[in-house]
């Protein structure tokens, strides 16, 4: 185990009974590379939850980060990033569940996605640029079916907004807070409640008093501010999918699941289609970024692209003054 991480462990066994049979899991073991368990028998969906807190009397029935996979035999392994998790969280609760069927909401994947979201999570007015879905800026947010790209999109106050704080920060949608986690702020993570599979990650938030995980939040509502100076905000778009029977987590713009009335404030703005604040797959896998970790780095003789981040695509799109 690494110096100054303490892992506590809460074992949870399913109470699930299939055929008379209760289906157990428990782990086995823990190491620097990650978490050993076993099954009370085979073909099942094992997931891991990871939080910061028991969160009183309800951890069993509490929202954590999870991971799931299909597992066709009795014993397996999580690797788990602890070295990653330990920048952020002095202190992990593990929690490990079993069933038959995918834990969780989970849809069948699709290239269709639901354009559902008419409120914006952010002052628009207060904005300069964004940048671009799958772009070389910042670093590495890739999913089950990409990798080494920026899935998301950061959004940098104007030049005139001196103190980012005063950028407010709303919930995009209906739905429910299934995470608070720090990370220089808050990031928040809702789930959509017309839409279940899909959640909204954003990043860098003071939330207001009252803003606590399992919360309701309506769309619109104001959930908090911008963190500080030191670091632009940023929203991720998350769906849980299921491709050939597998679990797998897919990341698509924001600007995909936006209503034709929500886009038309960013058309006025300046960005007339979608798919200018977006790279395409094609396009960036015909222009593959470095990555070392979640970090993007240069060949020897690359350079920067003018616009400040990686790969020969332009990373940003820059809005016109309100």
């Known amino acids: 185990m690494h110096t100054g991480i303490v892992i506590t462990l809460t074992l949870l066994s399913s109470s699930l009974l299939c055929q008379s049979q209760e289906l157990t899991t428990e782990i086995t073991e823990i190491t620097d590379n990650g978490i050993s368990y076993s099954n009370s028998r085979g073909n099942l969906f094992v997931g891991i939850d990871y939080g910061e807190s028991l969160d009183g009397n309800g ?34 609760f593990f929690r490990m569940r079993v069933s038959e069927a995918t834990i969780g909401t989970w849809v069948p994947y699709s290239e269709d996605i639901h354009q559902f979201v008419d409120h914006d999570y952010i002052d628009l007015d207060k904005i300069e640029y964004v940048s671009k879905f799958r772009s070389g800026s910042g670093h590495d947010y890739s999913d089950d079916y990409e990798s080494c790209r920026s899935m998301k999109h950061y959004y940098h106050p104007h030049s005139s907004v001196t103190d980012w704080t005063s950028v407010n920060i709303y919930s995009p949608v209906d739905g429910k807070i299934v995470d608070l986690s720090v990370s220089n702020g808050t990031r928040v993570t809702i789930q959509s409640s017309l839409n279940p599979a899909y959640q909204f990650i954003i990043f860098h938030v003071a939330i207001l008093p009252g803003i606590i995980k399992g919360r309701e939040v309506t769309a619109g509502e104001h959930i908090g501010n911008h963190a500080n100076n030191s670091t632009i905000s940023d929203i991720a778009v998350r769906i849980f999918t299921l491709n050939e029977g597998m679990p797998k987590k897919q990341l698509v713009s924001y600007f995909d699941v936006m209503t034709d009335r929500l886009f038309s404030d960013y058309q006025a703005r300046g960005l007339l289609n979608r798919e200018d604040a977006i790279i395409s797959a094609e396009d960036r896998d015909n222009d593959p970024l470095n990555c070392s970790g979640e970090e993007f780095y240069l060949n020897e003789g690359e350079a920067m692209h003018p616009d400040g981040g990686f790969g020969s695509l332009t990373n940003k799109f820059y809005f016109n003054d309100p």
Do not use: N
């Not at 069993?60 to 014993?75: K, R």
């Open 59 to 92: 951890w069993h029935d509490a929202e954590a980060t999870g991971i799931i996979f299909h597992q066709s035999e009795t014993q397996g392994f999580f690797e788990i990033p602890i070295l990653l998790l330990s920048r952020q969280y002095p202190k992990l």
